[in-house]
């Protein structure tokens, strides 16, 4: 069975790309299965350091097929400031980089809509990072989007198609009191946009099948983190997107019966961008120590992140909800050098003990988190040891966090380098 599923178990931002590209070598095609330009994902090699935001953080080794999943809302204007700036960084992407024509188009009227959404929320924003995302994904529900097949039309279709969808978002933009975008005008950019993107844009849902056939090994990659998931997640503080293993079938159109291993990406902390409940945030000195340690600063807008304690009951609900096979826990280097660190083994909730994680936004924010504390340990930045080498204290950790979540932590990752990394077992 040919493919691997890499999903964040958190909040996003727990080091999925560096997963990705460490076991990239063993696959043929990266697939992207959701969100758009919201994501940042960094890959750290010999060469440099790339940033990633549309296309798939699998793409650095040459023999890679790098596709754009049809579960994607992709920016255009942002996905080709990102190809320049890999190809200036001399990567070579030549016709190894295809996108889905079933995945959906991220206009400026989404961007300006999602601000205007931010607003209007008044005391209670996301904390979207503003790329469009969450009206991309209305449009496509409410069966009003422009799909990237678009760049395939002749150009007057183009042209009234991304008009009439341009206007429609104006009907919205008037109701919020903002000046209407010209609509054409982008539907002349999308015009002229249309021989650049035509040759990217292909029906890869068959295409992936057909990969299937021919015996090729997939990477279905995904973007943000369980707990920001929109079914799953902590709504309405999430992604508009499917984060978890649906959204890796639904988002690629390979099937259930195609999936080898699942893995779920945590840090060996927390960490969370934007607003919403996190019952193990550090408000303290140690949670900026956290912060600053692990450079804890988003890649996709720069905000920091909130950081907190390893949460066991939210990555247990996580790990169940993704059926995962191994955990890869990351930036293990981050939490040492602490005289005690502590897990959240369990919430209080009006004088009850909740070891289930509360799918209530309001019911989480009032939850208290029991933690029990384990005895630090110092890690040796350019440690290059095996599993058994790492002092004793973090193995208790790693095992702690292991048999409580209930899954194998497979890998661990202590700096972001590709050496910096430890695999246990069957990588
Ligand atoms: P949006 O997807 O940009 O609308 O943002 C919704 C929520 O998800 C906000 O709290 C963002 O900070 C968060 N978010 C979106 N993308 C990422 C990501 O790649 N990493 C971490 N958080 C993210």
Redesign the pocket.
């Known amino acids: 069975m040919p493919a691997t599923i890499i999903v964040g178990g958190q909040?996003?931002?727990e080091g999925k790309a560096k997963v990705v590209d460490y076991l990239m070598p063993k696959h043929d095609v990266v697939v992207r299965f959701q969100?758009g330009a919201?994501?940042?994902h960094t890959v750290v090699t010999d060469e440099g350091k790339y940033a990633f935001h549309q296309i798939p953080s699998g793409l650095l080794y040459p023999h890679v097929q790098a596709v754009l999943g049809n579960g994607m809302v992709v920016d255009p204007v942002a996905f080709l400031v990102e190809l320049e700036e890999l190809m200036s960084h001399g990567v070579n992407v030549e016709g190894r980089i295809l996108i889905s024509s079933s995945a959906h188009i991220v206009m400026q009227p989404h961007k300006v809509l999602?601000n205007l959404y931010e607003v209007d929320r008044n005391k209670e924003p996301?904390?979207?990072?503003?790329?469009g995302?969450?009206p991309a994904y209305c449009n496509k529900h409410s069966r009003k989007g422009l799909r990237m097949g678009v760049f395939r039309l002749p150009r007057e279709e183009i042209f009234e198609l991304v008009r009439s969808r341009v206007e429609d978002c104006n009907r919205l933009l008037e109701a919020y009191n903002a000046p209407p975008l010209s609509a054409e005008q982008i539907a002349t950019d999308f015009v002229n946009m249309k021989d650049i993107f035509a040759p990217f844009v292909v029906d890869t849902q068959p295409m992936l099948q057909e990969m299937r056939l021919e015996g090729r090994r997939f990477m279905l990659e995904g973007?943000?983190g369980a707990l920001?998931d929109i079914d799953h997640g902590t709504y309405p503080?999430?992604?508009?997107s499917s984060c978890t293993i649906g959204g890796a079938l639904t988002g690629s159109g390979l099937n259930i019966k195609d999936v080898e291993r699942v893995i779920g990406i945590f840090k060996a902390y927390t960490t969370r961008?934007?607003?919403?409940p996190f019952p193990t945030e550090l408000k303290d000195d140690i949670g900026e120590d956290l912060r600053e340690k692990g450079r804890e600063y988003?890649t996709?807008t720069g905000r920091p992140r909130r950081c907190g304690w390893f949460d066991v009951v939210a990555a247990r609900y996580s790990a169940r909800l993704n059926g995962l096979d191994d955990i890869a826990l990351t930036k293990l280097d981050v939490i040492s050098g602490f005289d005690t660190v502590k897990i959240c083994t369990h919430y209080e909730l009006d004088g009850k003990r909740v070891d289930r994680f509360p799918l209530e936004a309001s019911m989480l924010e009032a939850c208290t988190p029991i933690y029990e504390e384990l005895s630090g340990w110092e890690l040796d930045p350019a440690y290059s040891g095996s599993y058994e080498e790492l002092p004793k204290k973090a193995r208790t950790y790693v095992e702690y966090i292991e048999n409580e979540v209930g899954v194998k932590v497979g890998f661990i990752s202590h700096g972001p380098e590709r050496k910096s990394t430890i695999v246990r077992e069957k990588a």
């Open positions: 909040w996003g931002d969100g919201n994501a940042g999602d996301i904390g979207s990072t503003g790329k995302i969450g973007a943000q920001l503080y999430v992604t508009s961008v934007g607003n919403g988003g996709t």
